[in-house]
């Protein structure tokens, strides 16, 4: 996991072959005015989706885990207090992992909370569960998934 201002992401290209095309998308001078909705960068291989929902409650939220992409979570207005926990330190799984969505949930406690502000990313690896958009408002965020085989 990585959390940094996005005027540092260029120090993350090395990272993956995805990056450098997933930076270049977050450094869009018009990226607060796109609409909600996913966005192609490369592909299946790197893509975006643009959100601006309420915040949930931790209580109703759980911690997701991926195995095929890395997510980018730039947050763009709200504040996005994202929950985290290694992956190989949960041991509550809420049902199988599905391949389609890339997705597993896990009702295990993060271990630590990041509070995300405007102009603010976290990366997470598939290794990293994290639990995001918990929040009393509402986030305008922009995820930008990128292959982790790439």
Same mark, same amino acid.
């Given at each position: 996991?990585?959390?940094d201002l996005l005027e540092n992401a260029h120090r993350y290209l090395v990272i993956n072959k995805g *990056?450098?095309?997933a930076v270049e998308f977050l450094l869009r001078p018009e990226l607060k005015e796109l609409p909600v909705g996913k966005y192609?960068? =490369?592909g299946?291989?790197?893509f975006a989706m643009v959100s601006? =929902?309420?915040g949930l409650k931790k209580e109703d939220a759980f911690l997701e885990t991926h195995e095929k992409f890395i997510d980018i979570q730039l947050v763009l207005s709200g504040t996005d207090d994202i929950g985290w926990k290694p992956k190989s330190l949960c041991n509550q799984p809420s049902g199988e992992y599905d391949p389609n969505s890339d997705l597993q949930f *896990?009702? =295990?406690t993060p271990n630590t909370w990041l509070s995300i502000e405007s102009g603010e990313f976290a990366i997470f690896f598939p290794e990293d569960a994290h639990m995001p958009t918990i929040s009393s408002g509402q986030i305008h965020k922009i995820v930008v998934k990128i292959a982790a085989t790439e």
């Open positions: 996991m990585i959390l *990056f450098a095309k192609e960068i =490369d299946e291989r790197v601006k =929902d309420m *896990f009702t =295990d």
